[in-house]
């Protein structure tokens, strides 16, 4: 079953004149990716409503600055800061289609000692930290960070093509504003999955996929392949 409820999908531009905003000045204290959120954020405005958006950055400089944005209301452009454009968004792929996607998540690994509460680690990290004694240890990080793609994927009703998975740009991210600096890592993964279930595959295109998808992660980008 499908959904019926709007969604939209955004591109959105950041404007040079926000540099001269004094909110612009205090986020970029916090880092980069707590000024992505502050930024998007700035979107969808309303006190203590839950986020209900998906986003992805697209590029670092400040004139080159634009995201991605998947989100269950329509974003309220202010246009000293934004220039975007909008399209609803209700994305349906039949069982069977080929698709080419690309994803910047956060994958993590629940690790827990005994008698004490569950704690996710960095998939990569978690490997570094245990390091297996019959593999070199780049392709025992390499094959953590797929598994947690293939498992993630088939949560959401794609079925991955493990050879033709392509992972870069691990980047540890941080946040001033949180104690211990490094607070969560990405990486970007690009390949092909076949549709396995169409309604799990929807949710997840308009959800996210993973955590820290406040700050840029989960966004799930496909693109049907043409015979």
Known sequence: MTTTTPHY??????LEPVSRSPWWHEALQHGDAYRDHALVWRLFPGDGLPRDFVFRRLGDELRGLSFYVVSAR?????????EVATKPYQPHLPAGTWLQFDLRANPTVNRGEAGQRSRRHDVLMD?????PADEP????MEKAALGWLLQRAESAGLLVQPDSVRQDNYQPQRLNRRKGGVAFS???YQ????VQDPDRLQSA????LGHSKAFGCGL????????
């Open 9 to 14: 999908f955004s591109k959105v531009r950041v």
């Open 74 to 82: 329509a974003p309220v452009v202010d246009p000293a800061v934004f």
């Open 127 to 131: 490997v570094k930290r245990h390091p």
């Open 137 to 140: 240890l780049p392709q025992a």
């Open 186 to 188: 990405s990486i970007d």
């Open 191 to 194: 390949g092909l999955a076949q």
């Open 205 to 208: 295109l308009l959800q996210g």
């Open 220 to 227: 799930l980008l496909v693109k049907p392949l043409r015979d």
